[in-house]
Antibody
Framework: QDQLVQSGAEVKKPGASVKVSCKASGYTLTTYGISWLRQAPGQGLDWMGW????????KYSQKVQGRVTMTTDTSTSTAYMELRSLSSDDTAMYYCARQGVLAADAFDLWGQGTMVTVSS | QSVLTQPPSASGTPGQRVTISCSGSSSNIGSNIVNWYQHLPGTAPKLLIY???QRPSGVPDRFSGSKSGTSASLAISGLQSEDEADYYCATWDDSLNGHVVFGGGTKVTVL
């Protein structure tokens, strides 16, 4: 069945960068978009941006624009999200999610989440 | 401060009907479809309703969605213990060059 499997938890120091991976299986990565979202402790869901794996078009939220880069590697069916200049505000569970199957912005398949902790 | 406004909590006894509201504006709910997600602790969110009222395969018909103007709502009828979770509404917002926005989430408790 279709799956998104993310990389493991990360602990980073303030100012560092983190790169989270999201491997798709059961379907062709280039067929649908991939969004990245995060949830800080005790907070709600926050959309970070999305990538079209077919043409690598990206759109980022203004909150992380300038610090985030979303990429894909079609040879390994993997999407990546790199976030730079980390601060404690970036401590959160990060999710990748597939979109465009049922509706343009409906996230029908999610990765299991990657916890990123930013601490000195 | 979330762009979409949801009540922080809702509750009901087994078998009851619970409704969750989601209020937005003309730049988001007023001009785009609404999706709803169920989030159980320790798991990934799950798509519950898409395109305002459509249910993905496998979602029980106890869950229903609707939209009117700049507001949307999710109803859970025949409440069950396994429905205890956080529920989020989401939609596209045409402002700020376009982005996805979420409600703050509603914690549903089954009494």
């Amino acid at each position: 069945q279709d799956q998104l499997v993310q990389s493991g938890a990360e602990v980073k120091k303030p100012g560092a960068s983190v790169k989270v991976s999201c491997k798709a299986s059961g379907y062709t990565l280039t067929t649908y978009g991939i969004s990245w979202l995060r949830q800080a402790p005790g907070q709600g869901l926050d959309w970070m941006g999305w990538i079209n794996p077919y043409n690598t078009y990206t759109k980022y939220s203004q909150k992380v624009q300038g610090r985030v880069t979303m990429t894909t590697d079609t040879s390994t069916s993997t999407a990546y999200m790199e976030l730079r200049s980390l601060s404690s505000d970036d401590t959160a569970m990060y999710y990748c999610a597939r979109q465009g199957v049922l509706a343009a912005d409906a996230f029908d398949l999610w990765g299991q989440g990657t916890m990123v902790t930013v601490s000195s | 401060q979330s762009v979409l406004t949801q009540p922080p909590s809702a509750s009901g006894t087994p078998g009851q009907r619970v409704t969750i509201s989601c209020s937005g504006s003309s730049s988001n709910i007023g001009s785009n479809i609404v999706n709803w997600y169920q989030h159980l602790p320790g798991t990934a969110p799950k798509l519950l309703i898409y395109s305002n009222f459509q249910r993905p395969s496998g979602v029980p018909d106890r869950f229903s969605g609707s939209k009117s103007g700049t507001s949307a709502s999710l109803a859970i009828s025949g409440l069950q213990s396994e429905d205890e979770a956080d529920y989020y509404c989401a939609t596209w917002d045409d402002s700020l060059n376009g982005h996805v926005v979420f409600g703050g989430g509603t914690k549903v408790t089954v009494l």
